[in-house]
Every structure is written in structure tokens, then in C-alpha cells.
């Protein structure tokens, strides 16, 4: 009964591709985020979605799309994937945007 | 930008008490401190938080300096499964917008040795 899952764990693709990172939480949160860990592993916030508005964009370019069907969802669409996106992505939800987060377990993205 | 300052690593024996210090001499009034660990290709794990009281909870106690400028994180009895790196980080609570984000800085390494 895992509380935040991601899909997939692992993906690797081509430079120039789209793909699409699926995020679930079943805690009843109301907002959920998008971290970024690169190969140094510095752990920066890229958006939150609080009840499916957008609070935080943290300049990141417009190939990524965040979509947030609903509350206990957040997806992750990148466009012409860059060498420099390779990292690991995590998901995260709280209840209330300044309380505790909670995280999933990441996905691993490859870019060749 | 990160507003706490740690020790880039530790070492503690297992079973033995582990101290994670943590400098915060810029944080405001209304500014939390958060705990948060991960271990080695995991995603964050939050261990706990306070505003300026003492704090405990199964994992660990949240010790806060009265002029809350440092604070320590103690694992009371550390086990090879407490090794990960461990962030300090300050944020506001109880209002929506960046002033609440998480900033994670570098954190401290522990390992934890038999």
C-alpha cells in the first residue's frame, strides 16, 4: 500500500523524445509536487499543484508539463528530451501546501 | 537558496546516539525546522519538525536553542539503517506560496559503523 507510487521506476530513452512520468498518491492529499535530483544530488523543487492550481513553477523550461487530472494525481510530460534532463524525478503530496511532504520513491530518467 | 548550514559527514557507531547538528542563525519568526533523510536511492523520508520546543517522535528528538539559531537532530540509538544523508530545512508553515517550499541544501552523510 504504497503512499506516493511512480511510474516508471526506470526510463530510458533517446534524445528528441516524449515521455511522460505518472505520479498517484492515496493519502487524501490536496497538493503534490514535482522534484528533480541530478547526478550531484542536488533535490530542487520543480512545481506544486494545489488542488489542481498551480502554486509553484520554479523556472523550468516549458518542455515540461505538469498535468493534474485530479487531486490524487500529478504527471509529469517532457518534450524533445535534453541530455541534461537525465536525473531522478520525484513526486511528493502533503496535505495543505506548507505542511509535512511525503515522498515517492522516484523515477530514474536516462536520456541517450 | 538553502538557509542552513551542516557538517558534509558523519560517522557513529551502531547503537550509540547520533547528533546531527544544524546552523538556521537567519531564521524568522515564523520559520519551522524540518528534518528530512534519505537513504540511498530512496525518495526524502521526513524524520520530524518543531517551531522552538523540544520535539520527539518514534524516530527521533528535535532539540531547538532557545535563540533557535542551531538546532540537533538525535537518533538515540543509531542502526546501520539510519545511514543515509540527513537535510536540515527551514520553511514557513501554515501559508501557501514559495515561502513554504522545501529548499534542501547538501545535508549530512551519516554512516553508521559496527
Known amino acids: 500500500d504504497t503512499a506516493v507510487s511512480q511510474t516508471p521506476k526506470y526510463l530510458v530513452t533517446q534524445m528528441g523524445n516524449d515521455k511522460s512520468i505518472k505520479c498517484e498518491q492515496n493519502?487524501?492529499?490536496?497538493?503534490m509536487y514535482w522534484y528533480k535530483q541530478d547526478s550531484k544530488k542536488f533535490l530542487k523543487i520543480m512545481f506544486s499543484y494545489n488542488n489542481k492550481e498551480l502554486i509553484i513553477n520554479e523556472t523550468v523550461p516549458n518542455r515540461f508539463s505538469p498535468k493534474s487530472p485530479d487531486k490524487a494525481h500529478l504527471n509529469l510530460h517532457i518534450n524533445s528530451l535534453e541530455l541534461g534532463d537525465s536525473a531522478v524525478y520525484f513526486c511528493?503530496?502533503?496535505?495543505?501546501?506548507?505542511?509535512?511532504?511525503?515522498f515517492g520513491p522516484g523515477t530514474r530518467l536516462l536520456v541517450l | 537558496d538553502a538557509k542552513t548550514t551542516q557538517p558534509p559527514s558523519m560517522d557513529c557507531a551502531e547503537g550509540r546516539a547520533a547528533n546531527l547538528p544544524c546552523n538556521h542563525s537567519t531564521i524568522s519568526g515564523n520559520e519551522y525546522v524540518y528534518w528530512y533523510r534519505q537513504i540511498h536511492s530512496q525518495g526524502p523520508q521526513y524524520i520530524i519538525h518543531g517551531l522552538k520546543n523540544n520535539e520527539t517522535n518514534e524516530m527521533a528528538s528535535l532539540i531547538i536553542t532557545e535563540d533557535r539559531k542551531s538546532s540537533t537532530l538525535i537518533l538515540p540509538h543509531a542502526t546501520l539503517r539510519d545511514t543515509a544523508v540527513y537535510y536540515c530545512?527551514?520553511?514557513?508553515?501554515?501559508?501557501?506560496?514559495?515561502?513554504?517550499?522545501?529548499?534542501f541544501g547538501t545535508g549530512t552523510r551519516l554512516q553508521v559503523t559496527l
Open positions: 530545512i527551514v520553511r514557513v508553515a501554515g501559508f501557501t506560496g514559495t515561502a513554504s517550499k522545501l529548499t
Open positions: 511528493a503530496s502533503s496535505q495543505g501546501h506548507a505542511e509535512t511532504q511525503y
Open positions: 493519502l487524501g492529499h490536496d497538493t
